[in-house]
Nanobody, 124 residues
Framework: QVQLVESGGGLVQAGGSLRLSCAAS????????MGWFRQLQGKEREFVAA????????YYADAVKGRFIISRDNAKNTVYLQMNSLKPEDTAVYYC?????????????????WGQGTQVTVSS
């Protein structure tokens, strides 16, 4: 079991930066792939970024590539999402997710555990 709690969301102007954190509890964090997803009201949850448990490799959605950076600190059981050059279209609720079965996927069904989400609002 992994419990996830996101923090760091808020209101920022376009072009600004935010860093989201996701604190995990549970022994399996270090052996879980971790992902960030986002969801606009009335729309499907979409993949943002993922980081591999084994080699730390990362993967990004095209919409955020070059602007967002996912990282993890296994000693702190925490995964981060550094968001730079934010745009109004990045406005969404951002969710942290854990893939304990290590499937290395971008689909929501591939993740077993989810946080409660944190709101990010980018004003123009």
């Amino acid at each position: 079991q992994v419990q996830l709690v996101e923090s760091g969301g808020g209101l920022v102007q376009a072009g600004g930066s935010l860093r989201l954190s996701c604190a995990a509890s549970g022994r399996s964090f270090s052996r879980s792939n971790m992902g960030w997803f986002r969801q606009l009201q009335g729309k499907e949850r979409e993949f943002v970024a993922a980081i591999n448990w084994s080699d730390g490799s990362t993967y990004y959605a095209d919409a955020v590539k070059g602007r967002f950076i996912i990282s993890r600190d296994n000693a702190k059981n925490t995964v981060y999402l550094q968001m730079n050059s934010l745009k109004p279209e990045d406005t969404a609720v951002y969710y942290c997710a854990a893939d304990g079965r290590r499937r290395w996927t971008v689909t929501t069904t591939g993740y077993d555990y989810w946080g409660q989400g944190t709101q990010v609002t980018v004003s123009s």
